[in-house]
């Protein structure tokens, strides 16, 4: 593919149908690594949903500056200074409560809960904002700095297979220089991503959770076969692995999201219902269930084709950015 074009989408959509399994270890990790910051800085995830709906709008103002100023600064370095001077519009309950799939009520509870806890604030005429405290701009920066690191990775891995030359830290460094562009489409994609695990499934905790299995059983199969999507395609290899799919503690789960064991417990418990998790009764281990008669709905071909769509469109967007800036 010569680097110089402009990358079309379907390139994108075709490199991520194509190479799906091997690019979804990575995906996860990104995923993991996002969200349960997001559960341990907000307590929960619907909150934690909210106030990433709340901060994509603050970098879209942001990016707006850019439409009076090409050169306006959107980097990370000055990020500090732009979401000081940029006038953020008032949001009424029930676009928050459209934009995230959370019912109404649930969304009033949440933003009274995050106005208490001072993650948004009320201006004027009871406008609410996202600001994040000055005095946590230290480790706001280093949060952000180890997100990045994730995304970078995972975009690394996609421009790596359309054989792009893109180092990690040029991705890195590019994301950083014009941070409120790519955090904006970042977050939104998030936004999509989360909202549709919240009508399927009702239950943001069991998202999270279910990505820790994913990870672990992903991660064993990619050390041990190089084709993943020839893997699940073949019966017999499925059957084979049932023995000796890799398995999980409630506790380890508990250590890396932040979730309370007994909630864990209760959760795999519910996936172990759902057909989609086994639970070991002498070890009290959980491992996916990779039998196709009792196929993890969360691999469903229609859920997948969305998450195809969904994180293609993305990397499309991120993508062609680095290409026109980078190469």
Known sequence: MDRTKDLENKIIQKNFTENFLS??????????SFLSGVYKRYGDLEGGNIVIFFARDCHLEIM???EKDLSFDLSLDNFWENHRNIFQSKKKIILVSQQTGLPKETT??????????????????????????????????????????????????QTRLLSLGLSISKIEREIKNNYSFYWYHFLNVQL?????????????????????????????????YSDLTQFFNNQKNIKNLSQTNPDISATSISDITGIPRATCIRKLDKFVRMKVLQKNSKTKRYSLILDQTTFNPMLQPEWMKHK????????????????????
Do not use: A, C
Request: charged share 35%; hydrophobic share 40%; glycine share 2%.
């Open 308 to 327: 195809i769509s969904i994180l293609s469109d993305f990397s499309f967007i991120v993508i062609k950015g680095l290409v026109k800036k980078v190469l």
């Open 108 to 157: 009033r509870r949440k933003i009274i809960s995050l106005i208490k806890k001072k993650h948004l604030k009320k201006g004027e005429k009871n406008k609410l904002f996202w600001e994040p405290d000055t005095d946590l701009k230290e480790s706001y920066v280093k949060i952000i700095d180890e997100e990045i690191s994730s995304l970078s990775k995972f975009i690394f891995e």
């Open 64 to 66: 707006r500056k850019r």
């Open 192 to 224: 999509e991503y989360i909202k549709f695990w919240q009508d399927k499934l009702k239950d943001l905790e069991m998202l999270l959770i279910g990505v820790q299995v994913l990870i672990l059983t992903l991660n064993s199969l990619r050390r041990n």
């Open 23 to 32: 690019l979804m270890p990575t995906f996860y990790e990104m995923e993991s």
